[in-house]
Nanobody, 121 residues
Framework: QVQLAESGGGLVRPGESLRLSCVASGNIYSIKTMGWYRQAPGRQRELVASIVDNGSTNYADSVSGRFTISIDNAKNTVYLQMNSLTPEDSAVYYC???????????????WGQGTQVTVSS
C-alpha cells in the first residue's frame, strides 16, 4: 500500500559527504514518522535518524553532529545529509516509515529496499 524508494548512496572517501533521499508513494493518508536505518555485514540493523510528524528528530550517538535528517511533506520525501563520513558508516541504508494507507485503512510500518553507502580510502 505504501512504497519507499531510496537513492543517493555510493562510494566516497573518508571525510566526504552524501545525501540520501527516500520518496514515499501510494495512497497515503498520513505519515507519523520517517527514518533511516543501516545494516553492515554481520551487524544488527540500527536506527540512524528519525523524524516525527511534529518535527522532532532523533539521532544515533555515532552520527550526532555529522548527519541531518529532514523532510519535505509536500513531496513525501525524507533526506539524510551525511557529512564527515568514516569507514564505520559503511552499510546498507534503509528508509522506514510509519504511515496510514487509505488502501489498507490502517497504520503500518514500511521499509525500502536499501541503498549502499561505502566509505573507503
Amino acid at each position: 500500500q505504501v512504497q519507499l524508494a531510496e537513492s543517493g548512496g555510493g562510494l566516497v572517501r573518508p571525510g566526504e559527504s552524501l545525501r540520501l533521499s527516500c520518496v514515499a508513494s501510494g495512497n497515503i493518508y498520513s505519515i507519523k514518522t520517517m527514518g533511516w536505518y543501516r545494516q553492515a555485514p554481520g551487524r544488527q540493523r540500527e536506527l540512524v535518524a528519525s523524524i516525527v510528524d511534529n518535527g522532532s528528530t532523533n539521532y544515533a550517538d555515532s552520527v550526532s553532529g555529522r548527519f541531518t535528517i529532514s523532510i519535505d511533506n509536500a513531496k513525501n520525501t525524507v533526506y539524510l545529509q551525511m557529512n564527515s563520513l568514516t569507514p564505520e558508516d559503511s552499510a546498507v541504508y534503509y528508509c522506514n516509515t510509519r504511515a496510514y494507507s487509505r488502501t489498507a485503512l490502517d497504520w503500518d510500518t514500511y521499509w525500502g529496499q536499501g541503498t549502499q553507502v561505502t566509505v573507503s580510502s
